[in-house]
């Protein structure tokens, strides 16, 4: 009996699945009604806040009127409740548990996301145990806790902290220990029961400035009290003179615009001041530009602006030098080139191609390793030649062998014993002479913990060995693109692998992240099948469109925009739109449009030259993808495709005429 039309349709969408195309194949999935298979796709990419979002758009209903649904529909908005959970979308899970008539899940589900007060609150509304989070319905209060709260009445404030914790009821608990004049034992107590704006308070009273900075980033991003605890945060980050990662991500949203008042209006000065002081100037332009939206003569911060232009003039040359290190460490012929910057001499049609994939993090040959290592070395002075196999690092990460190095990091595979799995640490020792080195290194490592998808590369946390900080992320084998290109790339692969590129960097582009730095050899195909994007160490937040930095740009020529050229602290996602559009060019044809051996021409080329059709150099190119890639590379940004997921729909409509059917 032969194929429906249906099983054919089902069929390529599981290959594509297997390939690793999870976008593509839940499209095909839900073309045909398949939506089970669609959401088991999202589920086995760990995707399932996609996967519940997939089940609301099937659904199409508002949520406030889910209550009217049928056993079976109410199942499927059930089910995307739990996957929102499953999500770390706690607030989503809620609501829509709150729709299906369902408080108690809804209070579970904002506790498991660690919003334990909006979960008491909730339990209060409806009736429901406040003291146990998460037990079981209970109506009336207990009469126990109408004993403790008489005897702290009765002034016998021991006796009913004594009684409250034996009830855990850690927020009255802390309450009353407050009230005894210990504000460091309330603290902890406010901390363990969801309420960390209130612990950050008490720690900060008791002088427990570390953990009153802990407990303030642990504010909600919806509490009412977020923005205020931004500004407490701040002033105790001055104080310590820190800038961790959890605190720049728990900013986010708060400098995101501009202050509301003169509170926050200082601690847009003193944050400002903080980027400054930890070299990351950019994020310091634009706090400053800011604040200047609120008031144009705030303090000096004009002036202070002014010079933080200035000096990313002079950062041309701390770039290059990025570059060339990053050149070495990839094993990429260094001609001097991108010193400049200038061609990459990888589009010559001269270069010969390699004889094998290059692997970019584990290569399938094992390197040799030192007879005799020292028993001690700092990492900023010299190779990381000491560490053998064996060796522990952090007390938690047991090396394997090394990956690969080169003038500005070394990469090796390490065991994480606290988790059981291999994993990539790459070393950074440039950062004793070069303050531009360790912000790059600092500034890929914060973005991209933000960014949690499929098609980037992973990135976990950063540590501190002998001297040397480095970076865990997700180990992988295979090869970029580059690689691939020079190999041969035929173009129903070619679409795949644009159109990975398009889901991971639309990732970044939601969380108003642009790369600013797209090219092949930032896009990394792994062995399992998907295409992984690399390296944000020159991307920027679009928190501050109007900002330019003057005099300085960074990027690979051959790939840029004409904005990125002319504007690069401005650019916004449609950058990246322009860069990735050559990088189809070149998966078309072989070679990118505007090539030369020097720098300044192919970005007047950039700028001022039409690019000629990638037809014109393979005729056997599509009508459709020719399009598609003009487009792509407009000079005018507004003339792109304005988002990377209109850009994907448009290649997927063309894969599918060039994937042939299962048979």
Known sequence: MSAGPNDDAIAAAKGLEARGDIDGAVAGYVRVGSVDLAVAALMTARRPGDAARLLLRVLNVPIEKMSALDDKRRRAAKNAAILFSQAGEAQNSSEIFLALGDPAQAASALEKGGDVAAASRLRVKYGLDVNAFGGTPNAAPSTD??????????????????????????????????????PGEAARYLRDGGMPFEAGACFARAGETGLALESFVRVSRDDPKYRT??????????????????????????????????????????????????????????????????????????????????????????????????VAFRGEPDTGARDRPRTDPRSHHDVQPQPQLAPAFAPTHTPPQPAAPPP????FEAPLSALPPGALVAGRYVIQREVGRGGMAAVYEALDQEIDERVALKFFFGGAESPELLKRFKQELSLARRLVHPNIVQTYDIGTHQGAKFISMELMEGADLHGVIRMGLGLPRAVIYLMQACAGLACAHDAGVVHRDIKPSNFFITKQGPLKVMDFGIAKQMSAPGLTKAGFFAGTPEYMSPEQIQQFGAVTHLTDIYALGMVAYECFTGSVPFTGDEMVPILMMQVKDVAPPPSSKNPALPKELDAIVQRCIEKDPARRYPSCRELAMALDAVRVKLTPPAR
């Open 376 to 379: 001690t070395i700092n990492v």
């Open 145 to 182: 806790s109408s004993k403790v709260r008489k005897l702290e009445g009765d002034g016998d404030l021991e006796g009913a902290l004594r009684a409250y914790l034996q009830l855990k009821d850690l927020r009255s608990a802390g309450r009353v220990a407050l009230a005894l004049g210990r």
């Open 229 to 326: 605890a931004c500004v407490h945060a701040i002033a105790i980050a001055k104080q310590l003179n820190v800038l961790e990662f959890a605190l720049d991500n728990f900013l986010a949203r708060f400098v995101a615009g501009i202050p509301q008042n003169a509170g926050e209006a200082s601690a847009f000065y003193d944050l400002a001041q903080l980027y400054e002081t930890h070299d990351f100037a950019e994020s310091a332009q634009e706090t400053f530009t800011a604040l200047l939206a609120f008031d144009p003569s705030y303090r000096d911060a004009r002036d202070r602006l002014a010079r933080l232009s200035r000096d990313a003039r002079g950062s041309a040359m701390a770039y290059a030098k990025i570059v060339r290190d990053d």
